[in-house]
């Protein structure tokens, strides 16, 4: 094995190229927007990996030769959802504050959240190569599952909090005088977001299944990230589990899976994790800027204060200029330094 890149540095470099994406995407929002994508002519097609996904009803996936993918889905997962979940109060309503969270102090109450109905459609470049420079994931989907749903990385919206660490429930009594029990995240590992989306912030065992999973065999694929690389459980090709320590800053390694035998770079949500690596935490390839923003428009991270989304990409605040430079921003997230 090669020596390992030093980690600090290295994610240092993924910060920044992630803030220059966060730009190109606040200065992209409700705009005319400009793609930007590898070059897949010298990439290898992982079409034929994707098609022996499962993915599940509700999810559609077509290819446009062998380089492109489109996904469709509502967004709701194919295996449901909590009747009541535990919200923060004030962003979905959820009346009086019933439970904390545990270490983001999250004040949250009990609500019936509805579910996803209107279609959302995804385009990937499934040809992905390495970047030069890998790119920090930020809020919002990250990539999409075969049950539907979206992935996001491991942090709540402050970023700093790991959502699967801050779980909390609450049992009550209701009127029809069933006792129900809330949770921040279902049994799942599934919540919403503001905007409805429904999402994991890592390894889920309703996935898993999905994905077909068993107790003693291998992963399977689960899902598509921006990039094109595709997800993964944490078991490898044997069925044994993989080593957090094996992973490179991205959650990401290279070895043979049952949909790629001869080996495949891929994300891996290492099950159980409490930690900032439940899920992907750079993009190992490029993400074209049209999808991007594409996402930050269906999570509603455009709707955001302009100080939080940029202090979401670790970087301050400063007075916008007369004219907003969208080609330089654009070129930024194009190509990182």
């Given at each position: 094995?090669?020596?390992?890149?030093?980690?600090?540095?290295?994610?240092?470099?993924?910060?920044?190229?992630?803030?220059?994406?966060?730009?190109?995407?606040?200065?992209?929002?409700?705009?005319?927007?400009?793609?930007?994508?590898?070059?897949?002519?010298?990439?290898?097609?992982?079409?034929?990996?994707?098609?022996?996904?499962?993915?599940?009803?509700?999810?559609?996936?077509?290819?446009?030769?062998?380089?492109?993918?489109?996904?469709?889905?509502?967004?709701?997962?194919?295996?449901?959802?909590?009747?009541?979940?535990?919200?923060?109060?004030?962003?979905?309503?959820?009346?009086?504050?019933?439970?904390?969270?545990?270490?983001?102090?999250?004040?949250?109450?009990?609500?019936?959240?509805?579910?996803?109905?209107?279609?959302?459609?995804?385009?990937?470049?499934i040809c992905?190569?390495?970047?030069?420079?890998?790119?920090?994931?930020?809020?919002?989907?990250?990539?999409?599952?075969?049950?539907?749903?979206?992935?996001?990385?491991?942090?709540?919206?402050?970023?700093?909090?790991?959502?699967?660490?801050?779980?909390?429930?609450?049992?009550?009594?209701?009127?029809?005088?069933?006792?129900?029990?809330?949770?921040?995240?279902?049994?799942?590992?599934?919540?919403?977001?503001?905007?409805?989306?429904?999402?994991?912030?890592?390894?889920?065992?309703?996935?898993?299944?999905?994905?077909?999973?068993?107790?003693?065999?291998?992963?399977?694929?689960?899902?598509?990230?921006?990039?094109?690389?595709?997800?993964?459980?944490?078991?490898?090709?044997?069925?044994?589990?993989?080593?957090?320590?094996?992973?490179?800053?991205?959650?990401?390694?290279?070895?043979?899976?049952?949909?790629?035998?001869?080996?495949?770079?891929?994300?891996?949500?290492?099950?159980?994790?409490?930690?900032?690596?439940?899920?992907?935490?750079?993009?190992?390839?490029?993400?074209?800027?049209?999808?991007?923003?594409?996402?930050?428009?269906?999570?509603?991270?455009?709707?955001?204060?302009?100080?939080?989304?940029?202090?979401q990409a670790?970087?301050?605040?400063?007075?916008?200029?007369?004219?907003?430079?969208?080609?330089?921003?654009?070129?930024?997230?194009?190509?990182?330094t």
């Amino acid at each position: 094995m090669s020596a390992r890149p030093d980690m600090a540095a290295t994610s240092r470099l993924a910060a920044a190229a992630g803030a220059a994406l966060m730009v190109a995407i606040c200065s992209g929002c409700g705009g005319d927007h400009t793609t930007t994508s590898d070059d897949a002519s010298t990439a290898t097609s992982l079409a034929d990996g994707y098609r022996q996904a499962k993915w599940q009803t509700g999810v559609s996936v077509s290819f446009g030769g062998d380089c492109t993918m489109t996904y469709t889905s509502t967004g709701a997962p194919s295996h449901g959802q909590a009747a009541y979940y535990l919200v923060p109060v004030g962003l979905f309503g959820g009346g009086d504050v019933v439970a904390t969270t545990p270490h983001g102090g999250l004040e949250l109450g009990v609500s019936q959240l509805p579910v996803s109905t209107t279609n959302q459609t995804y385009t990937f470049n499934i040809c992905p190569s390495a970047a030069s420079t890998t790119t920090a994931t930020s809020g919002g989907a990250i990539g999409w599952v075969v049950s539907g749903a979206a992935m996001f990385n491991a942090y709540e919206g402050d970023m700093t909090t790991v959502a699967t660490s801050d779980n909390v429930s609450y049992s009550f009594v209701d009127t029809k005088g069933v006792t129900q029990t809330a949770s921040f995240l279902d049994t799942c590992g599934g919540h919403q977001a503001p905007n409805n989306q429904y999402h994991y912030h890592g390894w889920s065992s309703c996935l898993s299944e999905e994905a077909g999973d068993t107790d003693t065999g291998p992963s399977h694929l689960v899902g598509v990230a921006l990039d094109g690389y595709p997800i993964y459980g944490d078991r490898d090709i044997n069925g044994n589990q993989v080593a957090v320590s094996a992973l490179d800053e991205c959650n990401g390694i290279t070895s043979p899976t049952p949909e790629f035998p001869s080996g495949v770079y891929h994300y891996v949500l290492p099950q159980g994790s409490l930690t900032a690596q439940a899920a992907p935490r750079c993009y190992h390839g490029t993400v074209p800027t049209q999808l991007a923003i594409q996402m930050a428009l269906s999570t509603g991270i455009c709707s955001t204060p302009r100080q939080k989304l940029l202090a979401q990409a670790g970087r301050q605040p400063s007075a916008p200029p007369a004219t907003a430079p969208r080609t330089k921003a654009l070129a930024m997230a194009a190509s990182p330094t």
